[in-house]
């Protein structure tokens, strides 16, 4: 087995995930544990009852967090920087925990197309580890969507985070299957069933790409009233139009990438080819990135930097 390194860390809201990995970033051992929302107080023992395993069997290695480990509500806070940003600037931000043994990756700010504040963490390492997993996204103009609860659209150039739009497609679609009329409360849906039905959504709602998303929303009840959804249909009806409208909405605010009709997907599986599907729509070309490889990839990168600063600065 190859020697351990470092320990990468992403610390979402609802979930921890940290990787004992060599100095390539390959993962040698997992270990999960709770979220940032149920960790209030409990950091430092959440993250040594963890890694004493791994300290115990190989020593004090050095870790790199990301996600809302850095937010107001984490372990602690590290400021947003804003962009324009380039990733050697996001590394150099990180702030140090007990004397820099631990680095936690800032997140990011703009003033986006809508002229509103927008912000990202944790995404920020994503994109990080799609710049080095693909150098092309370096070169020229570049727009990226990471599908999720808040789904980013992200526009680059030359490997620099211009800015990006923050859209509550994911958090609203579970806010209405939970708490709406749209949709019948029967316990857990399988959100892969129905294709037909996401792509019916999808193809209706570009018929009419002037209306307003909330003037298609309560075609969910009323065509499952009608007989026309099942439930299962009527769930991925709903997830189609939310996603034709972020979409749409989207690719009207942001600039087209430098070919015009392409975009990089980051993110879950599921998501990416639902949104692949929903660009396809709409005569865009995709490629697809899965987030959890690209969180790692972003960790180890940012902890090479770190590293190579550490050495510049011994030997200066």
Not at 23 to 49: N, P, T
Not at 83 to 112: F, H, K, W, Y
Not at 194 to 221: I, K, M, S
Not at 266 to 283: E, M, V
């Amino acid at each position: 087995m190859a020697d351990a390194c470092f320990i990468a860390g992403d610390w979402g809201t609802s979930h921890l995930r940290l990787f004992l990995c060599d100095g390539d970033g390959a993962i040698l051992e997992r270990a999960d544990g709770a979220g940032a929302a149920d960790a209030a107080g409990r950091f430092a023992d959440l993250f040594d009852s963890l890694v004493a395993p791994w300290q115990q069997r190989r020593g004090p290695l050095p870790a790199v967090l990301c996600g809302m480990v850095g937010s107001s509500i984490g372990w602690i806070e590290a400021p947003y920087v804003p962009c324009p940003a380039t990733p050697e600037q996001i590394a150099a931000a990180c702030v140090a925990l007990r004397d820099g043994a631990i680095r936690v990756i800032p997140g990011m700010s703009c003033r986006n197309r809508l002229d509103a504040p927008d912000v990202m963490r944790g995404e920020e390492t994503q994109i990080l580890g799609a710049l080095n997993i693909d150098p092309a996204l370096r070169r020229g103009r570049r727009l990226l969507c990471l599908p999720g609860t808040h789904t980013k659209w992200v526009a680059m150039q030359d490997g620099v985070i211009v800015d990006f739009l923050t859209a509550l497609t994911g958090e609203l679609f579970a806010l209405l299957c939970d708490h709406s009329v749209l949709l019948p409360r029967q316990g857990e849906i399988d959100a892969a069933v129905d294709a037909a039905a996401f792509g019916q959504a999808v193809a209706r709602f570009n018929e009419f790409p002037q209306a307003q998303c909330l003037h298609r929303l309560f075609e969910c009840r009323a065509r499952r009233l009608a007989g026309e959804l099942t439930p299962q249909a009527a769930t991925d009806y709903l997830s189609g139009l939310l996603i034709a409208s972020d979409i749409g909405g989207a690719l009207q605010l942001l600039p087209a990438s430098g070919d015009g009709r392409s975009v990089h997907l980051i993110g879950d599986p599921l998501l990416t080819r639902r949104y692949a599907q929903g660009l396809a729509a709409q005569r865009y070309t995709t490629t697809a990135l899965d987030g959890t490889a690209a969180a790692l990839a972003g960790l180890a990168q940012v902890h090479r930097q770190l590293t190579q600063r550490r050495v510049a600065n011994a030997v200066v």
